[in-house]
């Protein structure tokens, strides 16, 4: 059809325009009628236009342009029948609706049910940026077509660079569009064929084949290749069921359900199994495994939301897995890793860890809220998969936990302030100490403002935990018996700053503040050995912290007259003086037989944030060891990019393995005797870089490290490159872990999804 591709949409424009059509009286040559109706006013020119009263039909002929709110028509003649409701549009039809365009030799529409048929059609549908053409195009709903002889693409030109083509075509704007009889070609050559393919048009649900993933593991999975099939059941259902095949591995099944069953209940259940046929011999840490069998690995995850009212909700985040083994082995692609996501911005993807081999443990929860304008009630059950012990069933679990919180709020109209925690919980775990733990805790404070330049919060507070053992241990210890903490302290901060006008072209003012910030706490020392191992100890603690901050923010001008505040510097520094420490007596420690030197003062802890533009920010977060004139820890990010699109990630972590000072504010649980003034840490030295490079404006190089100099050890290395194109792209990359060599390509079609790839 060698005709322009604007005569499509004129098509559909007409279509709404004829709704219009009826409001139109008045008859004229050359031009006719101008009216007013509720959807706005509509303009008709034609070089004649004509009505016949018998048959109630209205003739516009020659060159009919007809202008509406919204759109545009254009033909060589329009005819209408005011009764029917049917409306005929002939030669060069060319609608342009919104955005959208739809171009035909004929179209036949009615204007009550919007629903009609275009001949020898094209369709540009801007919102996923679709074009579709074929010799029949019928618009079977307000959002919903079905095309005969079809072919689709997102790619712009009268040769695009790929297309689906294929006998019959059901799109939904909006949504998603199925293919019968189809094939995807690259120019004019077929490079892949299916009976049925579902290609995501945007977001409705239709029943159909996704597109597959492959992928090649050099030594843990062999050729990886996975095709979903997705099912919508019903309007608030639907599942996809995962087949994917290892050969190295076997075949392994899953499927994931999704529910809606209204605003107020909805959730995700996944599995998975396989007989999983791999030989292997290793020993990682604590963990070892000899399987010279076929083992059944297999994992689950629900999540589900009730909420009752605004105030009262259900949620629900169960996660199992068969063995400490699983996010290891599939940690180059598996269902958590691509449902991953930081925030809760969409309801159906949720998985809030990380599901590859630095995955270390796996909670399960259960949890019941209830809120009111001054309390908090919360019950919860947690049970925590370790995944660095051999067994779990010396892991503490909880359940369930209740928890009721009080807000701060004033006591009876006076300067005092009440807020406080109220905790029951049940720990259980088949080898240990287990029981009844009883937690409550009132805090008073008063804030007090000294002047306009000094607040003052003193407080006050007392903790009192209870505990019933039900093991079967004999420790020595009281299973039944209580502990009473008082705590005391006071917060002083105070702010001075100061305004510089600069008046710039993209700069207003700049405003630095400085705040310095001293906080006491003071907490008695009380006997703790009866304390069971599965409470906290609460060691004695007479600090004074003190914290200088300094901020610069900019008042930036905006397009239109507006402003908008940025924080480009923020840097604090704190320390923690402790009195006890260093008023303290002479300590051996046993272990180097050595005396323990007194160290009152804490590492010096540093934050700095640096964000002067959008492509650039750096952040650090180090520890200074006063004694040993050395940086304990040591954490930096910085990020880099351009206008072009390059990007530069480096990340840097190291952590000294000394000793280093914390006077015991973070010291687990337990009962071992403990140096509340000292504490070890894990050495670790790691690097991380992430690369993007434009070499060209379809060229992208990309480059990642994860190195660990401790060790001396490559975590990750990746290397490779993205091609890109107005529709399509493919990216080729090879990465090599401690474990594992994988190549990968992934061709990305826009508008349809990703071909292969991790």
Known sequence: MKKPFIYMMRRLCFITGLIF????????????????????????????????????????????LIVYSGGVLMAESVTLNKTSNEATAEGFVLIISDSDILEGDKVEFNIESKTGVAYEG??????????????????????????????A???????????????????????????????????????????????????????????????????????????????????????????????????????????????????????????????????????????????????????????????????????KVSDAWYFRDFSSHNYYLDNYSTTEAQRFKKVPFFGDESLGSLDSTARLVKNWQLYNLTALARYTDDFASASNDATLQKYPEITLKGIKRPIFGTPLNLEFDATYDYFYRNEGQKGHLYDIQPVLTMPLRMGNYLQLTPQIGVKDTLWDR????????????????????????????????????E????????????????????????????ATIIPEQNTLTFALINTIMAKTKEKGGGSSYLEFLRLKVSQT???????????????????????????VDIELDVRPFKYLSFLARNKYNVYSNSWDQTNYDLNISDWRGDTATVGYRHTSSQFSTNNGINASASNIPFYPYLYTVAPLEEIDLSLKAVITKSVDLIYVLRRDEFNKQ???????????????????????????????IALYLYGLGKFGGQ
């Open 714 to 744: 490559t975590l990750e290395n990746t290397v490779g490159f993205n091609y890109h194109k107005q529709c399509w792209s493919i990216e080729v990359k090879y990465t090599e872990t401690e474990d594992d060599k994988r190549f990968t």
């Open 577 to 603: 003086y402790d009195f006890n420490e260093a008023k303290r007596g002479d300590k051996f420690d046993p272990t180097t037989g050595t005396i323990i030197d007194k160290r009152p003062f804490s590492d």
């Open 21 to 64: 059509l009826l409001c139109i009286i008045p008859v004229y040559d050359l031009i006719a009628a101008e009216t007013d109706i509720s959807k706005g006013p509509v303009t008709i020119e034609a070089d004649s236009l004509s009505y016949d009263q018998d048959d109630d039909t209205y003739h516009a002929k020659g060159n009919v």
């Open 122 to 151: 094209k369709m540009f549908l801007e919102r996923n940026h679709f074009y579709i053409s074929g010799s029949r195009i019928e618009k079977k709903g307000e959002a919903t077509y079905y095309v005969k002889d079809a072919t």
């Open 153 to 319: 693409t997102t790619c712009d030109g009268d040769s695009p660079d790929w297309r689906l083509m294929g006998k019959e075509l059901d799109v939904t704007i909006d949504g998603y569009g199925t293919l019968k009889h189809g094939e995807l070609l690259a120019k004019n050559l077929p490079v892949f064929y299916t009976p049925y393919l579902l290609f995501p048009a945007k977001t409705t649900r239709q029943s159909g084949f996704l597109f597959p993933y492959l992928n090649y593991s050099q030594n843990k999975l062999g050729w990886d290749a996975e095709l979903p099939f997705y099912w919508a059941i019903s309007e608030s259902t639907d599942a996809t069921f995962y087949q994917r095949y290892m050969d190295k591995r076997g075949f392994k099944e899953g499927v994931e359900f999704r529910y809606f069953i209204g605003n107020n209940t909805f959730g995700t259940f996944y599995g998975d199994f396989m007989n999983d046929s791999w030989r292997i011999n290793e020993t990682i840490g604590n963990l070892n495994r000899d399987w010279q069998s076929d083992h059944n690995r297999w994992s689950y995850f629900l999540n589900h939301e009730t909420n009752f009212d605004p105030s009262f909700y259900l949620r629900t985040d169960i996660r």
């Open 470 to 505: 039900v093991d079967s241990l004999d420790t020595g210890q009281n299973k039944h018996d209580n502990r009473i903490i008082y705590t005391t302290g006071a917060t002083a901060t105070t702010e001075i700053h100061r305004i510089f006008n600069i008046n710039s072209q």
């Open 507 to 534: 700069i207003d003012k700049i405003r630095h503040g400085i705040k310095p910030e001293l906080t006491y706490t003071y907490i008695p020392n009380v006997n703790q050995e009866n304390l069971p191992d599965f």
